[in-house]
């Protein structure tokens, strides 16, 4: 699949969903819907994400589900995460529930 990359100087206020992979880098405050997502270090994030494969390397705040969720060093997530699988990086800063589920996200 095609990965579609928005950029730093990216700002969204509003929802995006993408059937592919998405690369962002900027800010957004709204949902996001993606098959594979990845929020880059410099991405700061505010809303619901919904993900098959979910990186989060950037600021995230909100609530997230994902069938796999990795989550790096330099992310700072204040969030409600739902997830299949998990990876966290040492140096990830987390803070808000998580909780492993069973099924179809």
């Given at each position: 699949a095609r990965t579609c990359r928005l950029s730093e100087d990216v700002v969204i206020?509003?929802?995006v969903s993408s059937t592919g992979n998405l690369d962002f880098a900027g800010i957004i405050t709204g949902d996001i819907s993606?098959?594979?997502l990845t929020l880059l270090p410099t991405a700061r994030v505010k809303g619901n994400i919904r993900a098959e494969h979910l990186t989060i390397a950037g600021q995230f705040t909100g609530s997230a589900t994902a069938?796999?969720?990795d989550i790096a060093?330099?992310?700072h997530v204040e969030a409600d995460l739902?997830?299949?699988t998990l990876s966290i990086e040492a140096g990830a800063r987390c803070q808000g529930k998580m909780h492993r589920v069973t099924g179809d996200t």
């Open positions: 206020e509003g929802n993606a098959n594979r069938s796999a969720l060093s330099t992310a739902a997830y299949k």
